[in-house]
């Protein structure tokens, strides 16, 4: 009535199925290394980016700060003092704000 399955046949099942299952794990692992090298070249990009802006912005305090050294001391004073004004009201004991 019912056919018992060969021993050779479960055989070429599993290693078709190992086969199968190797191809997979290929095929993500070199999904995987692509989206790792794109998302190392965009940080790499971020990276530069940033630095890029952090030296103009500091050409261009450097030349605010030589062309108004009053001005630029008094905004740096004025905004310590806001900073401590912060500090200190989130420091104050019973945590109100």
């Not at 993500?28 to 912005?57: F, I, V």
């Not at 305090?61 to 401590?84: C, E, F, Q, W, Y």
């Amino acid at each position: 009535m019912f056919k018992k399955p060969s021993a050779d046949g479960a055989m070429h099942s599993a290693e078709t199925i190992l086969e199968n299952t190797q191809r997979a794990a290929n095929g993500a692992l070199e999904d995987m290394t692509h989206a790792l090298d794109h998302s190392m070249e965009r940080a790499r990009e971020a990276g530069a980016q940033l630095r890029s802006s952090a030296h103009r912005a500091s050409l261009v305090t450097g030349n605010l700060i030589r062309h108004d050294p009053v001005k630029s001391v008094l905004i740096a004073a004025a905004a310590g003092a806001a900073l401590m004004a912060i500090v200190n009201l989130l420091a104050r004991p019973g945590g109100r704000y």
